[in-house]
């Protein structure tokens, strides 16, 4: 490896392998929600990412 070249270290190569587990389950995971309910979890998951931005919102005030 040359001088000064910037690396990852195993830490953060960890942190990237949790992320993409977690992204990858959040998106198997909506999609058997929407093949068992149908496009109606589509308005659930609306509503439940509003109350979560209000919850937030008052937490941070």
Known sequence: ???????LSVW?????????VVG???FL???VAIRAAG?????????GGILVYFILSALSA
């Open 29 to 31: 995971g909506s999609s």
């Open 1 to 7: 490896m040359k001088q000064g070249e910037k690396v």
């Open 12 to 20: 953060q190569l960890t942190m990237l392998a949790l992320g993409t």
């Open 39 to 47: 496009p109606s979890v589509l308005l659930s998951y609306v509503i």
């Open 24 to 26: 990858g389950s959040f």
